[in-house]
């Protein structure tokens, strides 16, 4: 595998939402970076398929599929990190789910409830079963959950998106407060748009959709994965030691204007 800095080199991280899109990326690039990774998604045909790609290219990885509202399933992820790896270090809590379409008093109560599920009760899921493992190594550790420009400002995504990601910002600084002094950083990335499976899909249904998105932004063009997944490794690397409870915006500055 090709060794780019090794800002990772000796560490276990888990990703969730591995199975495409900006989990993939990150997966792949951390695991270049010498991170043994466990990958989490629902789709598992997927995950080895990555997997395998991983370990061809000189890493390590181990699988778990699995739904991040479901918090066994979060159990096993973690508890595979332990079993294979000796421990966690580092988890990109990334998985997420959105959708276009109707205002908010047309909008159904069920995609609220998956929209806040997915977004918010997975990355809390995630953070209570990973921080007592970084705790009991006490060696501290880092943590990077996935926020949008939703998190920031009302996007025109649905609302229950905009304020799931809004919420996934909230726990990180909270996270971020309450285990600063015992060496675990927390972070958010502010994501912009980006090409990936959900939001190619949602093209296809309504094309203007791909001007819309980038319209605000300073760079009006469509981020790749790996251009997010460079932001998160440098989160869970030492090369940020000193930057928690953060908000990192990735969006080609559309959150800046």
């Known amino acids: 595998m090709e060794d780019r800095t090794g800002s990772l080199r000796g560490r276990t991280v888990l990703v969730t939402g591995a199975s495409s899109g900006i989990g993939a990326a990150a997966a792949t690039l951390f695991a270049a970076e010498g991170a043994a990774v466990v990958l989490m998604a629902r789709r598992e045909e997927r ?24 918090p066994a399933d979060v ?28 205002e908010l008093h047309e909008t159904d109560d069920a995609v ?7 977004n918010v009760r997975g990355v809390w899921n995630c953070l209570k079963r990973e921080i007592p493992v970084m705790l009991r190594q006490g060696g501290g550790g880092a943590i990077v959950n996935t926020s949008s420009t ?21 726990l990180t600084r909270a996270a971020a407060a309450e285990y600063g002094q015992r060496g675990i950083r927390v972070n958010a990335l502010v994501v912009g748009a980006t090409r ?9 249904r309504v094309p203007p959709l791909e001007q819309a998105a980038v319209a605000r932004a300073v760079q009006p063009r469509f981020a790749e994965p790996e251009e997010i997944a460079r932001a998160a490794a440098w989160l869970l690397s ?7 409870g ?10 800046a204007v």
């Open 196 to 204: 990936t499976e959900l939001m190619e899909g949602a093209i296809a």
């Open 150 to 170: 939703a998190g920031v400002f009302a996007t025109g995504a649905v609302s229950p998106y905009v304020a799931a990601k809004h919420a996934v910002l909230g």
């Open 238 to 244: 030492d090369h940020a030691s000193f930057v928690t």
């Open 47 to 70: 995950l080895r398929a990555l997997a395998e790609e991983i370990a061809a290219a000189g890493g390590r990885a181990a699988v778990v599929a699995g739904d991040v509202t479901v």
């Open 75 to 102: 159990d096993r992820a973690v508890g595979t990190a332990v079993r294979d790896f000796g421990g966690l270090d580092g988890a990109f809590n990334n998985a997420g789910w959105g959708s276009i379409g109707s």
């Open 112 to 118: 609220f409830d998956q929209i806040m599920d997915v």
């Open 246 to 255: 953060a908000a990192v915006p990735v969006d080609g500055g559309c959150s």
